[in-house]
């Protein structure tokens, strides 16, 4: 079945550092991937999303490209702030049926000073 | 909008008594679904309503569990009767369409003593 592995955190950065989550999946067919963020205490919300293959999703200086070549969707961030420390999660869509995801376990980042 | 309405934020009940957990959706947004938030096994999806109706309730543990969507702007989560290990943080969503994204509610902490 379709399935999402994300690296183990916590992750710890400091301010201004590259930033790299990994993501991959295994799916049937093409589906959505997206990655959604989630502050201490607050619901998930939508990070970015990519549809097709070759797609890049961005927001908030947060990048990551659906790559089916292996089968991956890293999301990565350039210069990471003190206000981006959240946990990450990528999440699959099951191709034809993007209502109910598949979930990975989720990142913890935390962007040092 | 106020987007996905949750109620309470937070609850704090003994073993064996009735819980009823709500979620106002967002306007339009057709789809609704219920998670449930634990460090143990992450993010798990337990019903989802489509139009209202019950699409997809295999992720509901048990019998004490069950939810409602009377109308298009209201749904309940009721766990009747509790036990220490509903003890978590549960989460209404809701989509507008397949490709959207997710809305999340700020959740409902419940601890059952």
């Known amino acids: 079945g379709n399935s999402v592995t994300q690296m183990e955190g916590p992750v710890t950065l400091s301010e201004e550092a590259f930033l790299t989550i990994n993501c991959t999946y295994t799916a049937t067919g093409y589906p959505s991937l997206f990655w959604y963020v989630q502050y201490p205490g607050e619901g998930l919300q939508l990070l970015l999303k990519?549809?097709?293959a070759d797609d890049k999703g961005s927001n908030k200086g947060f990048e990551a490209t659906y790559r089916k070549e292996t089968t991956s969707f890293h999301l990565e961030k350039g210069s990471v702030q003190v206000s981006d420390s959240a946990v990450y999660f990528c999440?699959?869509?099951?191709?034809?049926?993007?209502?109910?995801?598949?979930w990975g376990l989720g990142t913890s980042l935390a962007v040092n000073p | 909008d106020a987007g996905v309405i949750q109620s309470p934020r937070h609850e704090v009940t003994e073993m064996g008594q009735e819980v009823t957990l709500r979620c106002k959706p967002i306007s339009g947004h057709n789809s609704l679904f219920w998670y449930r938030q634990t460090m143990m096994r992450g993010l798990e999806l337990l019903i989802y309503f489509n139009n209202n109706v019950p699409i997809d309730d295999s992720g509901m543990p048990e019998d004490r569990f069950s939810a409602k969507m009377p109308n298009a702007s209201f749904s309940t989560l009721k766990i009747q009767p509790s036990e220490p290990r509903d003890s978590a943080v549960y989460f209404c969503a809701t989509l507008e369409g397949q490709n959207y994204g997710y809305t999340f509610g700020s959740g409902t902490r419940l601890t059952v003593v």
């Open positions: 999440a699959l869509g099951n191709a034809g049926n993007n209502r109910k995801l598949i």
């Open positions: 990519a549809t097709k």
